[in-house]
């Protein structure tokens, strides 16, 4: 059912805005609330006629002119009250009518009529009450609604209310709460007996209809057979709950940490991913145990290098006394007792990791697990932009353990990795919503700042490039002679925890991975430019030479000969706030040997350290760096950056 074009059934138009009708007369409310029979309007008419007569006595319904009508910002701590602003035809001032409930405000413990349930909790109480299960929790039920104090507190208990339950109920083909578990159409036999002859056998043979299954569907079909397949919120109810049941078009459908399994059979006992889920978690704390137990290991030997070298420093010390002497078996007894601590080093603290091409800067699992259920999480549907972070943050929590600081939808500990993701086809109808914006939910460097579905690379898994770009000169004479430092291109890889570091992180409410008032991202790295350059539609296909707002790329130079594949986080072109005009020169940030992101200067930094905003990726190909040898950081260099 629509909601009334009047009164938007007492809910706020806009989330962060207070006003719920604009400008209405007398004669529209009471028509909205006698003929198209909306009981909130009738609500707000008579606190209106009642409450001003009482006030102004006669005359006061001839000389109203229009009422608006808005949610009172606070009351005792909640948004529970509504506010009528009255306008009259004269000169007198505008009335103000505060409605308040006389009841206490969480007055629904005492009970809750049974007509007055939607359909769909109907159908989910039933079911309960028949498992003989004694309580039941309900998001809409138990969160007060449109009060943010009691939305940021509750919803931070997502992963542990989903997860230690012990049934989920999913009615995965119900388009809201008020079309019930069962689809209109749901029927739990539909097949039809086959007659064989006698001497056939006695197996029983029956046909119907293929039963359709979610995981056979693309997205926009999903959407309409399975709607709660769609829903950001579900995915990690679904990923969290120890057993959930689904009630699908023809059937039930189970998943639990074993298994999913239909009555059709057409699921087959396949892996659940509620059960991958968890079998990721565990094979990332056993890979995060493994991690400290060599980490350990490493700042051992590191301990017993640096008295190696003390130890190396001492005899140095002690024998060129001796060879000024001209003591020749001084300085053999240096050689070997130098010779035998340098054998004992471990080959990781003898070796330059630019150099070696026997050790590779490998990721853990976990890293990339989580960035699959970030792409698959990015393709689903919100009801408000700004729960992009919040209904993710159970699983967050969830994972925390094993991820450590957290940061806007990414991770600390592996942040030049989860700095990678990508739009990889660009709405046209994309745009960045912009700190100054309301709708803001999270930094530009986040995978949140952007509507469209992201994904990763999945064949970069480390950060050692073995290509000759990459490594240092040999250092000549005279540089050695001057002690002149060669400053050599410098990713975040180098040191995933160290390059980079999150300040000022506020997060709004109470849920530490829900949503951010601001983010901000410092760090070293090495920076150069390159030139952004609209594309347009083929002149000989069409004949249009249309501009292409989906599609954009870089070029290098100054005479911008080479061209870079860029994917842009949002259509640039489109007039607003984001806007980058053609042929406007954008920075490119080394974050791997082989991909930048890429930023604009946002005018709002110091000198030494620009502040910008990200604006896309960019990746130069195998062929130009193999086959063309393009140093594309031949003019980078080593800059500090803040990137908000």
Not at 65 to 85: F, K, M, P, S
Not at 241 to 255: A, G, I, P, Q, T
Not at 308 to 315: A, S, T
Request: glycine share 6%.
């Amino acid at each position: 059912m629509e909601k009334c074009a009047v009164c938007n059934d007492q809910e706020k138009r806009n989330p962060d805005g207070t006003r719920l009708t604009f400008d209405v007369t007398p004669a529209v409310l009471s028509h909205s609330a006698f003929v198209n029979r909306c009981e909130s309007c009738l609500v707000i008419l008579e606190g209106f006629r009642q409450g001003g007569q009482t006030l102004y006595q006669k005359d006061f319904q001839r000389l109203a002119r229009t009422i608006t009508a808005r949610c009172h910002d606070q009351h005792n701590g909640r948004r529970d009250t509504l506010v009528l602003e009255t306008y009259f035809y004269d000169e007198r001032p505008k009335l103000e009518l505060e409605f308040y409930s006389l009841q206490k405000h969480q007055h629904r413990k005492k009970g809750i009529p049974w007509s007055t349930i939607p359909k769909t909790f109907q159908d989910a109480i039933t079911l309960t009450s028949l498992l003989g299960i004694d309580f039941i929790w309900i998001d809409s039920l138990c969160i007060i609604q449109n009060d943010t104090e009691d939305w940021a507190i509750e919803s931070a208990k997502m992963a542990d209310i989903y997860e230690y339950a012990s049934l989920t109920l999913s009615a995965t083909v119900s388009a809201g709460d008020s079309f019930g578990c069962f689809a209109a159409s749901f029927s739990t036999s539909r097949s039809l007996p086959i007659s064989l002859p006698e001497d056939v056998g006695t197996c029983e043979i029956a046909v119907r209809k293929p039963i359709s299954h979610w995981d056979t569907f693309g997205q926009s079909e999903l959407h309409a057979r399975f709607p709660l397949m769609s829903r950001g919120w579900a995915f990690q109810e679904r990923l969290l709950s120890r057993r959930v049941l689904h009630f699908s078009e023809s059937e039930l459908v189970w998943e639990c940490r074993e298994l999913s399994t239909c009555e059709c059979g057409g699921f087959g006992e396949q892996t659940s991913p509620t059960g991958a889920f968890h079998h990721a978690i565990r094979v990332s704390e056993d890979e995060r145990r493994d991690s400290t137990g060599r980490q350990k290991q490493i700042n051992e030997d590191l301990s017993i290098r640096r008295f190696q070298e003390d130890e190396i420093d001492r005899l140095w010390k002690s024998t060129t006394s001796g060879l000024r002497r001209g003591s020749a078996r001084s300085m053999q007894d240096w050689m070997l007792r130098l010779g035998k601590i340098k054998s004992s080093l471990p080959p990781y603290l003898e070796s330059d990791p630019w150099t070696d091409t026997s050790r590779m800067r490998e990721c853990a699992n976990y890293v990339f697990d989580f960035h699959r259920v970030v792409e698959k999480y990015s393709t689903l549907n919100l009801t408000k932009r700004s729960d992009r972070l919040p209904a993710l943050s159970g699983l967050c929590k969830r994972i925390q353990h094993v991820r450590g600081e957290y940061a806007a939808g990414l991770w600390m500990e592996s942040i030049a990795f989860d700095l990678l993701w990508r739009v990889e086809r660009l709405n046209v109808n994309s745009t960045k919503i912009l700190k100054s914006d309301e709708d803001y939910c999270g930094p530009s460097w986040s995978w949140v700042s952007v509507l469209d579905p992201i994904m990763y690379w999945t064949d970069i898994v480390n950060f050692h490039d073995p290509s000759r770009i990459f490594r240092p000169p040999p250092a000549t004479q005279a540089d050695k002679q001057q002690h002149k430092p060669f400053s050599r291109p410098t990713c975040l890889g180098r040191n995933l925890q160290d390059d980079c570091v999150l300040l000022k992180i506020a997060e709004k409410g109470m849920n530490p991975f829900g949503r951010v008032a601001y983010a901000i991202l410092k760090g070293e790295a090495s920076i150069t430019t390159a030139t952004l350059r609209y594309t347009y539609s083929s002149f000989w296909l069409d004949g249009t030479n249309q501009l292409d707002l989906s599609r954009y790329k870089l070029t290098l130079g100054a005479d911008g000969i080479i061209e870079l594949p860029f994917w842009a986080d949002y259509a640039l072109a489109v007039e607003g706030p984001g806007h980058i005009p053609n042929g406007h020169d954008l920075t490119l940030l080394l974050i791997h040997p082989r991909v930048c992101l890429v930023l604009v200067d946002t005018g709002l930094g110091f000198s030494k350290a620009p502040q910008f905003r990200r604006v896309g990726i960019t990746r130069i190909s195998d062929d130009m760096v193999n086959e063309y040898r393009i140093d594309w950081m031949e003019f980078s260099e080593v800059t500090s950056f803040t990137i908000v």
